[in-house]
């Protein structure tokens, strides 16, 4: 079964860490770009960071620069977001893509709830 699932998000205070976790299945990572999105209540899904192929080339949106860092494991088939200095803001569920220009593939989300 071809799938990406997120996992490691959660419940964490203002300036905690979290590392969110994108598990590929059924299909190789190795040759898709990744890409983590979130979605916050009443909000449009926005684009948060992006990861080359090679994994040399990594992007994020203004509001996160600095505070998170993409990653892949090719051996391992996966792709991370580290989260660090957490805010309020960054409560979202996050989604992992991989895409390619044959297709992408969505994961189903990870609730990351920032509060005190």
């Known amino acids: 079964q071809v799938q990406l699932v997120e996992s490691g998000g959660g419940l964490v205070q203002p300036g905690g860490s979290l590392r969110l976790s994108c598990a590929a299945s059924?299909?190789?990572?190795?040759?898709?770009?990744g890409h983590w999105y979130r979605q916050a209540p009443g909000k449009e899904r926005e684009w948060v960071a992006s990861i080359g192929v090679t994994g040399s080339d990594m992007y994020y949106t203004d509001s996160v620069e600095g505070r998170f860092t993409i990653s892949r494991d090719t051996a391992k088939n996966m792709v991370y977001l580290q989260m660090n200095n957490l805010k309020p803001e960054d409560t979202a569920v996050y989604f992992c893509n991989a895409y390619r220009i044959s297709g992408q593939y969505w994961g189903q989300g990870t609730q990351v709830t920032v509060s005190s």
């Open positions: 059924g299909f190789t990572l190795n040759s898709y770009s």
